[in-house]
């Protein structure tokens, strides 16, 4: 069975640091774009990052202050969010491209999730 399982959320201060991960089970990750988005209260979804086989991408609103990787042998990926301001607040979500129809979730212009866990809420405190 495919599982996405994200944990590590919960209240960051603002400027301090958080870790996200996310244990991937049923697929092996090394073999799929996969990263994560996010969404707040009232707000689209927002696909801020992918990791593929040739590059990583992050947009612009965390770029040089979240770090995505992954671990192929644990079969899990991890998000190190660092000065967390208050434009972070969100639920998170791991995801996986597998190239399926349906609801979809851009992130950047190569990748296309359309597979994700049940999501880890993330609050700033200022």
């Known amino acids: 069975q495919v599982q996405l399982v994200e944990s590590g959320g919960g209240l960051v201060q603002s400027g301090g640091s958080l870790r996200l991960s996310c244990a991937a089970s049923?697929?092996?990750?090394?073999?799929?774009?996969i990263g994560w988005f996010r969404q707040a209260p009232g707000k689209e979804r927002e696909g801020f990052s992918c990791s593929r086989a040739s590059d990583t991408y992050y947009a612009d609103s965390v770029k040089g202050r979240f770090t995505l990787s992954r671990d192929n042998a644990k079969n899990s990926v991890y998000l190190q969010m660092n000065s967390p301001n208050p434009e972070d607040p969100a639920v998170y979500y791991c995801?996986?491209?597998?190239?399926?129809?349906?609801?979809?979730?851009?992130?950047?212009?190569?990748?296309?999730?359309?597979?994700w866990g049940q999501g880890t809420q993330v609050t700033v405190s200022s």
């Open positions: 049923g697929f092996s990750l090394q073999n799929y774009n």
């Open positions: 995801a996986v491209e597998f190239g399926l129809a349906g609801d979809t979730v851009v992130a950047g212009p190569a990748c296309e999730y359309d597979y």
